[in-house]
Every structure is written in structure tokens, then in C-alpha cells.
């Protein structure tokens, strides 16, 4: 079975190893990402404020255009996801916004459409069990941290997504890999998100508390939906060691990444140069290389 | 001046020194709230404002808390008080990144993300310069990247960004780590149908 997919400019940019690892994982699963034609950003923020129309234009018009193709559009980044699914719940339930909307974009679109992430898809399309079963190298000894961040979760009775404060679809989904799934109390804490640019040491702090909270807990690793969270909690690690002298750097995985490991996948093309802290050295010392 | 005296919740943690240099003016005395900007940030927002009992559970989550002029729990209480120009002012607005944790716990259901979306919108409107100015240069920049090709390029976009905030020194090694790794391509990817991106645009801002 195949899924219409939207990658997001990250994806195509900063996270390039996210969608391609993705990507070559559907297909030792047993289906195909279809991108979507001439897909836009998403705009990235939901706009929150009641009057702000422009701001939905960019979600309405992929979501409008990924009806022409298909019932149900798949994402990988967290942020797209949010963004696109609750655009699209907004179109199903307010009538003038969406009447609004579609004279913006020159389409009709009248939000049926079925928004999913690819984890959704690995645990109820696939099934977890199953997913066990396909593995060839269970990432045994592995202590990994699932960090969720805001994005899947958030508002919870919109995304729908696992439980809005103790979350275990990540943890499922890591059990299923092999790997031991580490619980800490910042797993579904904001990693600081786009304060990173303007006030870099806000993030840092953030992600310094996330981080620690998760190698206080006996993380060696952690596994990221997000490549914004990635972003802060892995490539502001140099600014952390700085900061405090204490900090030991830890990996951090996109999960495709680690679905790509377990899948076995050929290590060079899991994009492993582009991960800011080089994870190489505890995959090999668990003997998953 | 003590915040005590008009009735707020004392921060329970890091009291900031910077709050003692908010001038409490348009509050003239107790029992004379102007409750305009309460009912003009209740209507943009949707979020029923009076409704808080200042339990405190939204700065307790917050993750930018610790680094705002004004907490989130006093955000919502100066807006009941009608201190417009204060909250208008304020950094909080600005450093707010509408992660929900606030309205995912508020026991009212008051969303403060939403809240805080509509009072920068407010401010933007009403002109008021923005304290933390650089964040919303990086909205602009990011918007204007968007125009121009339909996707973000994070490369054009921060030097964009870079040329409106004037910072030129922060990030640029990590920045040009990203850029030697390979994970910032140099040229944008553009998409088909560019026209249709600018033509709903320009409809869309001159129409709102």
C-alpha cells in the first residue's frame, strides 16, 4: 500500500537524513511514500489567534491539493504534522473559515482527509508485533529516551495522538526495536523551539534540562520525532558543554534512523554524518554496526 | 513598588528584578479597572480570561518562563487590571512558543498559547515595538521566504533575517557547521506554480 506523503522543507534541507532513512524503511516495510506534487511549507505555526487567516492559507492549500490525490496524507516532522492536522480539523468543524478559506486558495476543499504521522502508521497499519517480527538486528542493550516534545501531543484532544501527559506510543515503538525504552520526567517538555535563533540562550537551557533529566535516568541516546527538537537538543550540545563542564554529549536519532539500524540497513546510508553528535561510537560499542 | 499591594500572586520561584521596572500607570487606584482591554484580548483571543484563579499551573510548566518579564499567570492578571501598555510591552508575549503546555493543564481550559498568539497580533496592530524585536524579525523573515519560493531555505532565510536584526555574530559557527555539513544546500529548492504562492498573498493581504 502506498501513502501520499509531504516532507516539509526541513526534510529537504536540515533533516535530509530524516526522509531519506524514512523513506528507505517503507520499503523493507512493505509500502511506498508518494510525495505530494508542488507541496508548500506549511507555515510551520499553527496560527493561534482567532482572526489570522493568512497563516492558514499554506496548510489549507496542501491539504486541498493532497485531496485531489488521495484520503490521507502522511508527515513525518512533528511541527507539519501539527500544523496540517489541525488546519484540518478547523476546515471540518468551522463552515465560514472554510468557505473563507477556499476562495483564498481557488479550491473546495472540505476537509476530508485523514492526517497521519508515520508512527501512527507503524503502530496501527503495520502493528508493532509485526514491526518485531521484521526486525533483523534488535538494538539490544541499547538505552534510548523517546522524547516526544510538544508538537505530536499538543493540544491532545486535537492531535489525538497518545495521552497528553504520560505518553507510551514512542516507548512501544522502541520496546518493538529491541531497544530499551528510558522513562524521564521531561520527555514531553518543550525543547525551546524557534527561540534557538532569537535568544539562543533560552534554548540552550531547554534543551540542557531535557538532556539531563533523560542521562539522569541512564539514557545513552536519544530519539527525536522533530527536526526543530533535534536541532536544539542536538546541535546546541556543543553550547551545553560549554556552559557546563559536566555535560557528557549524548547521540541523538531521528527514529527512522534507528528503524533503519534495526532494519538493517547499510549504515552509510543512514545519514549519520549529518547528526551533530556522532552516534557511530555507541552503535558500534553495542555491536549494532 | 510590592505587586502584593494590587492583589498578584507573588512568584513562588527566581523572583525577577526586572518586574520592579514596570510602572504600574495606568492602574490609578484599587477599585478603578478599565476592563476595555479585557474585553478586546477576551474577543480575539475566545478564551474566557476571567474565569483564572490564579493557580499557577501555566508558569509552573512553561518552559520560557524562567527568562519572561511577566509570567503567564500575571499576564492574564494585568489584563484584568487593563494594563494594556504593560502587557503589550511586555517580553512574554515574545518569548512564548506556544508549546500548550499551559492550556493542556489549565483547570479553567483557558488557553494561554491562544492568548498570547492574539496579544502579540495586538501589539503588532497597535504598534507597539516589540522587546523581544528579534523574534519578530524572524517571523518576517521566515513569511518572506515563503513568498518568494513557496518553501523555506534556511540559508536565504537567515541571512535575511541576519540583515534585518543586524546580528551578524551569533550562531555564525554553528551556522557554518550546518552549512560544511551539508545540511543547508546552497541554492533554493522552488516549487512549480510560484504565480498561484504570490497571487494568494497578495489577495490575502490586501483582502484581510
Known sequence: MDYLYFPGCTLYTKAKNFDQTARNCSLLLGFELKELKNWTCCGATFPLAT???????????ILA?????????????????????????????????RDKINN????????????????????????FPQLKEKVKKPLAGLKAAAYYGCMLLRPFEEMEFDDKEKPALFEEFLEALGAKAIEFPYKIECCGSF?????????????YKILGSAIKNGAEAMVSTCPMCTF?????????????????????????????????????????????????????????? | MSYRLY???????????????????????????DSSFLEEA???????????????????????????????????????????????????????????????????????????????????????????KNIHLLHEAFVQSIRRGGRVHEATMLIDYKLRSKDFMTDLI????????????????FIKGREEIKRIFERCTKEK
Open chain 1, 51 to 61: 482572526d489570522n487567516i493568512m497563516a492558514l492559507l499554506p496548510p489549507s492549500r
Open chain 1, 65 to 97: 491539493t493532497a485531496r485531489e490525490e488521495g484520503t490521507a496524507l502522511t508527515t513525518l516532522c512533528a511541527i507539519c504534522f501539527n500544523v496540517i492536522k489541525r488546519t484540518n480539523r478547523l476546515i471540518q468543524g468551522d463552515v465560514e473559515k
Open chain 1, 104 to 127: 483564498f486558495i481557488e479550491k473546495n476543499y472540505q476537509g476530508d482527509l485523514q492526517v497521519l504521522h508515520y508512527l501512527e502508521i507503524l503502530k496501527k497499519d503495520i502493528g
Open chain 1, 195 to 207: 527561540q534557538s535563533v532569537g535568544s539562543p540562550d533560552v534554548a540552550t537551557e531547554c534543551a
Open chain 1, 232 to 289: 536544539n537538543i542536538d546541535h546546541k550540545q556543543s553550547d551545553i558543554k560549554q556552559k557546563y563542564l559536566d555535560f557528557n554529549p549524548i547521540p541523538v536519532f531521528y527514529f527512522t534512523q534507528l528503524l533503519g539500524v534495526a532494519m538493517g540497513l547499510d549504515y552509510q546510508t543512514l545519514g549519520f554524518d549529518q547528526n551533530a553528535v556522532d552516534p557511530i561510537p555507541l552503535l558500534k560499542e553495542k555491536g549494532l554496526l
Open chain 2, 7 to 33: 492583589g498578584f500572586v507573588t512568584q513562588p520561584f527566581r523572583v525577577d528584578l526586572r518586574m520592579e521596572e514596570i510602572k504600574l500607570e495606568t492602574v490609578t487606584s484599587v477599585g478603578k479597572v
Open chain 2, 42 to 132: 477576551t474577543k480575539k483571543s475566545g478564551e474566557d480570561l476571567s474565569l483564572c484563579y490564579q493557580c499557577l499551573k501555566c508558569t509552573a510548566g512553561c518552559p520560557t518562563a524562567p527568562y519572561m518579564d511577566i509570567r503567564p499567570n500575571n499576564i492574564i492578571r494585568m489584563i484584568q487590571m487593563g494594563m494594556k501598555r504593560e502587557v503589550l510591552g511586555s517580553s512574554a508575549i515574545w518569548l512564548c512558543v506556544s508549546c500548550e503546555t499551559c492550556g493542556t493543564r489549565c483547570p479553567n481550559k483557558i488557553d494561554i498559547g491562544v492568548l498570547m498568539d492574539a496579544l502579540r497580533e495586538m501589539a503588532i496592530k497597535e504598534g507597539v515595538p516589540a522587546r523581544e
Open chain 2, 174 to 189: 554553528p551556522g557554518m557547521m550546518l552549512f560544511l555539513k551539508g545540511k543547508i544546500p546552497l541554492l533554493p529548492s
